[in-house]
């Protein structure tokens, strides 16, 4: 059974996944690199990188993946939607490697770049599900980000796995990720590993799959 997975997803102690404003310039705000810090010295980033806890919890963010979904956000800065030119972040040949749903209030044609295509849609979480699994050809559906929409995923209890890297930062403002999850933990099974490195990462796995 396909599941719904999100890795390598950092917050500050606080609770945020960015800071502010997001831009061009800043695409984290005021948090810059600080949430990623972590991952930067991972094998999983770079050649040079470490082997390690950190880079044990980053490798899995690619295996058993068919499609990734993510937010407007995180595709681009606050108004890409105007540029028809903005491809992503990410070059032409973009780390996915999978289909991508972008979601937005602005859908546009599909954008094909060097082993990714993105599709821009405006749909409910289910939709968007049923979507990528059916592009990704059954395998699992990893939620990219940003917050918002990890947050609207979880409030539809569509999360299978679970994966936040707690970095010892405070960052006081930004977006969060846990408003409105009160009592998130009682769906779940909570574990966490903390690192030399200085974060935590916490997993967690939905007790009742489909429940
Ligand atoms: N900490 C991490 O590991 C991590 C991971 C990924 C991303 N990020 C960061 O998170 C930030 C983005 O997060 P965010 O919470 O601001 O935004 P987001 O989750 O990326 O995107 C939210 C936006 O997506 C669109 N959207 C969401 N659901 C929709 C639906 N059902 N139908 C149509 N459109 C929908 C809406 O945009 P419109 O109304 O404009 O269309 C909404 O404002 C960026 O700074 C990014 O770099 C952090």
């Known amino acids: 059974m396909s599941q719904t997975r ?22 984290f705000g005021h948090a810059g690199h ?16 470490a082997h390690g806890i950190d880079d044990a919890f980053a490798q899995r963010w690619a295996p058993g993946i068919g499609a990734e979904i993510m937010g407007a956000n995180k595709f681009g800065p606050p108004g890409w939607q105007d540029d028809l030119g903005w491809r992503g972040w990410w070059g032409e040949r973009p780390p996915f490697g999978t289909p991508v749903f972008v979601l937005t209030h602005r859908p546009r ?37 940003g917050p918002s929409v990890v947050r609207d995923f979880l409030l539809a209890d569509l999360i299978d796995h679970l994966h936040v890297v707690q970095v010892p930062i405070l960052l006081g403002r930004g977006v969060r990720l846990w408003d409105g999850l009160e009592g998130l933990e009682e769906r779940f099974a909570v574990e966490a590993t903390t690192s030399p490195s200085g974060v935590t990462h916490l997993v967690f796995n939905r007790k009742v799959h489909g429940g």
């Open 6 to 27: 999100v890795h390598n997803f950092a917050l500050s102690l606080d609770g945020f996944a960015t800071g502010e404003p997001q831009s061009l310039e800043a695409p």
């Open 34 to 49: 600080r949430l990623h810090e972590w991952f930067f010295a991972t094998r999983q980033f770079s050649a040079d990188g």
């Open 109 to 145: 044609p599909p954008l094909e770049l060097d082993g990714t295509t993105f599709h821009f849609l405006s749909a409910s979480p289910d939709e968007v599900l049923a979507a990528a699994r059916d592009a990704g050809g059954g395998l699992d559906v990893r939620i990219g980000g």
